[in-house]
């Protein structure tokens, strides 16, 4: 059973930094398509960044400042945050698709960000 785990959340100030880590348990790492999402309050969840193979995708609002990545040895996925602005404030997820083209399904529990200006 896949299993993700989400962690480096925190309470931060806007232009700080902030890694995120999502430790995967029950699949191979480095032959998964990995993404991270976001729910703001009262918003829907939304992409912010995957990673599959070597190519890397990322939401327009992150581009330039979030940088996504991931340790096969560690089977941890990360994403490195920069320049945070209170806008960034959600619950960020990890999540994983269970083969090449299909769905993220797989998901975290979530882990808060929090910016403030």
């Known amino acids: 059973q896949v299993q993700l785990v989400e962690s480096g959340g925190g309470l931060v100030q806007a232009g700080d930094s902030l890694r995120l880590s999502c430790a995967v348990s029950?699949?191979?790492?480095?032959?998964?398509?990995m993404g991270w999402f976001r729910q703001a309050p009262g918003k829907e969840r939304e992409f912010v960044a995957a990673i599959s193979g070597g190519s890397t995708g990322y939401a327009d609002p992150v581009v330039g400042r979030f940088t996504i990545s991931r340790d096969n040895a560690k089977n941890t996925v990360y994403l490195q945050m920069s320049s945070l602005k209170p806008d960034d404030t959600a619950v960020y997820y990890c999540?994983?698709?269970?083969?090449?083209?299909?769905?993220?399904?797989?998901w975290g529990q979530g882990t808060q960000v929090t910016v403030s200006s």
């Open positions: 999540a994983a698709k269970p083969r090449p083209g299909a769905e993220f399904s797989f």
């Open positions: 029950g699949r191979t790492l480095s032959s998964t398509t």
